[in-house]
């Protein structure tokens, strides 16, 4: 079956380290999202892609950095972790050519920045 | 102001009640309104969606637009305990994902 996964599950990391979170899936789904979910704010979009070496810019962008170099990866890397990062990151993919197509979320990574 | 607004609750209710779930939106372009669930420590997953203004149902499930009134809602009948979950509602204008706060939702037996 299809699916869309995350590693690590959890990660602790310290103030100023460099993260790469990895998210994959074989929907072979063009579009794919990163988001961060934080009590009291939902699901913010960090960055996202339409396609390979397509990446744009979500609502909560700085700090964070993407790739796509293919179609099934979209690492998001935190160039100098903050401890203002620390928040539970979610991947999802979407379908490409229908517009606001279901989007499939992966289990989530808790980060903690000490 | 936030573009989407969603009672973060938490609502508790006993087995068998109706649920309301309600969300307001200021930006009158979207016309793509979900709803999704999420179970503790899990990736949200797609509930109901529903396309321009009215109702859609499936199961136990009601999903209401007004999109003269900006505002969306979710009505869960016979609530059960394995509903208990928090429920965001999401809209799009096209392709990117706007998303409430989520409301945490817990029917007790």
């Known amino acids: 079956d299809a699916e869309i996964t995350q590693s690590p599950r959890h990660k602790i990391t310290e103030t100023g380290r460099q993260v790469t979170l990895a998210c994959h899936q074989t929907w072979n789904h063009n579009n794919m999202f990163w988001y961060r979910q934080d009590l009291g704010h939902g699901l913010r979009l960090i960055h996202y892609?339409?396609?390979?070496?397509?990446?744009n810019k979500g609502e909560v962008s700085d700090g964070y950095s993407v790739s796509r170099s293919n179609t099934e990866d979209l690492p998001l890397t935190l160039e100098s972790a903050a401890s203002s990062q620390t928040s539970v990151y979610f991947c999802?993919?979407?379908?490409?050519?229908?517009?606001?197509?279901?989007?499939?979320f992966g289990p989530g990574t808790r980060l903690t920045v000490l | 102001q936030k573009e989407v607004e969603q009672d973060p609750g938490p609502l508790s209710v006993p087995e068998g009640a109706i649920v309301s779930l309600n969300c307001t939106y200021s930006?009158?372009?979207?016309?793509?309104f979900m709803w999704y669930r999420q179970y503790s420590r899990k990736g949200p997953e797609l509930l109901m969606y529903?396309?321009?203004?009215g109702n859609k149902e499936d199961g136990r499930f009601t999903a209401q637009v007004d999109k003269s009134s900006k505002y969306i809602s979710l009505f869960i009948r016979d609530s059960q305990p394995s509903d208990s979950a928090t429920y965001l509602c999401a809209m799009s204008a096209l392709y990117e994902l706007i998303f409430g706060q989520g409301t945490e939702l817990s029917v007790k037996p």
């Open positions: 892609s339409y396609g390979v070496q397509d990446t």
């Open positions: 930006n009158s372009a979207f016309q793509y």
């Open positions: 999802a993919s979407s379908g490409a050519g229908e517009v606001a197509d279901t989007q499939y």
């Open positions: 529903t396309y321009s203004s």
